[in-house]
């Protein structure tokens, strides 16, 4: 199948899950009160907040196919990071309303996550495929790793990588981590309601 065949075949696919979740967020409209916060987030798409950092989110580039971290206050009506999740929580993908695309993640500790055309993996890998993963409790944690569902022992990663900026989020391209021992809150994440 040529490269052009999938792309149409991923945009079709892609549109038709858009087409329903513009429905189902028609339906919230009409069903709930104009206010409603979750009308509202389901019709504009959701931001995925980091466990540890949580004035950061996850957003899409503009101008490649990485992804990158945020604050809330400069994310605030920017739709590359804005994401709707297809599927459940055990195996779902994550698309990205400003960029039109899927992130995807292509195997290896602390491999870039990237954006990409919905299908453009293949169709055995699960490349695009994420789940909801470990889940620490107390203290108001309230997040769960953010986890490949092609290699489940990597988790998307907000630390930055640098010694001296430990307590920091990344200002590089997000990659993934594994899972290890002690504090692990950089590699969860929750959603919230975009503003």
Same mark, same amino acid.
């Given at each position: 199948?040529?490269?052009?065949?999938?792309?149409?075949?991923?945009?079709?696919?892609?549109?038709?899950?858009?087409?329903?979740?513009?429905?189902?967020?028609?339906?919230?409209?009409?069903?709930?009160?104009?206010?409603?916060?979750?009308?509202?987030?389901?019709? !504009?798409?959701?931001?995925?907040?980091? %466990?540890?950092?949580? $004035? #950061?989110?996850?957003?899409? +580039?503009?101008?490649?196919? =990485?992804?990158?971290?945020?604050?809330?206050?400069?994310?605030?009506?920017?739709?590359?990071?804005?994401?709707?999740?297809?599927?459940?929580?055990?195996?779902?993908?994550?698309?990205?309303?400003?960029?039109?695309?899927?992130?995807?993640?292509?195997?290896?500790?602390?491999?870039?996550?990237?954006?990409?055309?919905?299908?453009?993996?293949?169709?055995?890998?699960?490349?695009?495929?994420? !789940?909801?993963?470990?889940?620490?409790? %107390?203290?108001?944690? $309230? #997040?769960?790793?953010?986890? +490949?569902?092609?290699?489940? =022992?990597?988790?998307?990663?907000?630390?930055?990588?640098?010694?001296?900026?430990?307590?920091?989020?990344?200002?590089?391209?997000?990659?993934?981590?594994?899972?290890?021992?002690?504090?692990?809150?950089?590699?969860?994440?929750?959603?919230?309601?975009?503003?």
């Amino acid at each position: 199948m040529s490269s052009s065949t999938r792309v149409s075949q991923s945009r079709r696919r892609l549109g038709a899950r858009l087409a329903a979740a513009v429905g189902l967020a028609a339906l919230c409209l009409t069903a709930a009160p104009a206010t409603s916060a979750s009308a509202a987030a389901t019709a !504009s798409g959701m931001w995925l907040q980091n %466990g540890r950092f949580t $004035d #950061a989110v996850l957003c899409a +580039s503009p101008d490649n196919n =990485g992804t990158w971290m945020m604050s809330k206050a400069a994310a605030k009506g920017n739709f590359y990071c804005r994401w709707k999740q297809f599927g459940i929580d055990g195996q779902f993908s994550l698309y990205n309303l400003g960029k039109d695309q899927v992130m995807a993640f292509h195997g290896g500790n602390e491999t870039p996550v990237v954006m990409e055309p919905e299908g453009s993996s293949g169709s055995g890998a699960h490349d695009e495929l994420w !789940s909801w993963g470990g889940q620490e409790s %107390g203290d108001g944690w $309230d #997040a769960a790793a953010l986890q +490949s569902y092609y290699d489940s =022992g990597q988790n998307v990663d907000a630390r930055s990588p640098y010694l001296d900026q430990r307590d920091k989020p990344r200002t590089d391209q997000v990659r993934t981590r594994g899972w290890r021992h002690g504090d692990q809150r950089e590699l969860t994440w929750k959603k919230v309601a975009a503003l």
